[in-house]
């Protein structure tokens, strides 16, 4: 995977929209749905990317998978950084990023859930 097609792949999901929002961190591109973040990397180097996981499975992914990382600067029982290393296929990198952004989009309001369903 590169980073045209994290990108490409991350906005091909309803109701996504990208920025580049922490002052401090320049380099972040974030995708949200909603408004909500599901998943961020850094720009210039694209050597991984932080996603939402299951918390009731994120340490056994993080013992299967040594690419999946705790987080610098999210909640290490919701969030995994994932490393670019080649040892995990474009597939499953692939699903990652949609459990992601079902994660998030199954913790939005009613309101929100149906007006992205209807967008």
Known sequence: MNIENYRLYCLSKKGVTESIPFPKLPDVLVFKVMGKMFTATDINT????????????????????????????????????????????????????????????AKLTKKMQIELNLG
């Open 46 to 105: 694209f050597s991984g990317f932080s996603i939402k996981c299951v918390p009731e499975t994120i340490e056994e992914l993080r013992a299967k998978y040594p690419a999946m990382q705790e987080p610098s600067y999210f909640s290490k029982k919701h969030w995994s950084n994932v490393i670019l290393d080649g040892s995990v296929s474009d597939e499953l990198l692939y699903k990652w990023l949609d459990i992601s952004y079902r994660l998030v989009v």
